[in-house]
């Protein structure tokens, strides 16, 4: 059964820094990885897709990398802003309609 | 941009009572999804459908049922709602990916 694990549960970071959210599988066997953002009382919004082939992918302040032997994704978030203060989940997915969902890291980025 | 709308923001009910979720998509999506979100457990998937009057049983559909007569629309009945269904509730939707989301119901069950 694919288990999908995220470490730290809350992390508090000052405006400015860089930082790495983890992101860790049980099987490998995934088609992709999506990383979601929740900002409180919200759903989720898609920030990056990695498809199972790839090794990251970018978009603005944000790099997602994946390495499916070690079962681990790491999301970067570059110069740190307060607006990144939110939940970050991941998920993988391992069949047409088999997506798992991490429990999520909560950052707080302060002024 | 697609939109996913739940029809309640926050439910409270009691014990017993028969519980309806509305969820709706206005981008023709062939997926529907319901998942329960609890602290520390991530998201968990109750039931989806793959195309209309279609469902499949996800990983916790105890409880539960769903029905799709519409393309569009996708609702989660609680059949005699219970104090361990409190919880927050969210619909997606999708054609492949990535799966939209509605902004959730968070049901309190008294």
């Known amino acids: 059964k694919q288990e999908v694990t995220q470490i730290p549960a809350a992390l508090s970071v000052p405006e400015g820094e860089n930082l790495v959210l983890n992101c860790s599988f049980t099987?490998?066997?995934?088609?992709?990885l999506q990383w979601f953002r929740q900002d409180p009382g919200k759903g989720l919004t898609s920030l990056l897709l990695?498809?199972?082939?790839?090794r990251e992918q970018t978009s603005g302040r944000l790099n997602a990398s994946l390495d499916k032997s070690s079962g681990r994704s790491t999301l970067y978030i570059a110069a740190s802003q307060p607006g990144d203060s939110a939940t970050y989940l991941c998920?993988?997915?391992?069949?047409?309609?088999?997506?798992?969902f991490g429990a999520g890291t909560r950052l707080t980025v302060k002024p | 941009d697609v939109k996913v709308t739940q029809s309640s923001r926050y439910l409270v009910k009691r014990t017993g009572e028969k519980v309806f979720l509305e969820c709706v998509q206005d981008?023709?999506?062939?997926?529907m999804f319901w998942y329960r979100q609890d602290p520390g457990l991530g998201l968990r998937l109750i039931y989806f459908?793959?195309?209309?009057?279609?469902?499949e049983k996800g990983d916790i559909p105890e409880g539960y049922s769903v029905s799709r007569e519409k393309k569009e629309r996708f609702s989660l009945i609680l059949e005699s709602a219970s104090t361990n269904q409190t919880s927050m509730y969210l619909c997606?939707?999708?054609?492949?990916?990535?799966?939209?989301f509605g902004d959730g119901t968070r049901l309190s069950i008294l």
């Open positions: 997606a939707s999708s054609t492949n990916q990535p799966q939209h």
């Open positions: 099987d490998s066997a995934i088609y992709n």
């Open positions: 990695i498809q199972s082939s790839q």
């Open positions: 998920a993988v997915k391992r069949g047409s309609n088999d997506m798992r």
């Open positions: 981008m023709d999506h062939e997926n």
């Open positions: 459908s793959y195309d209309v009057k279609m469902k």
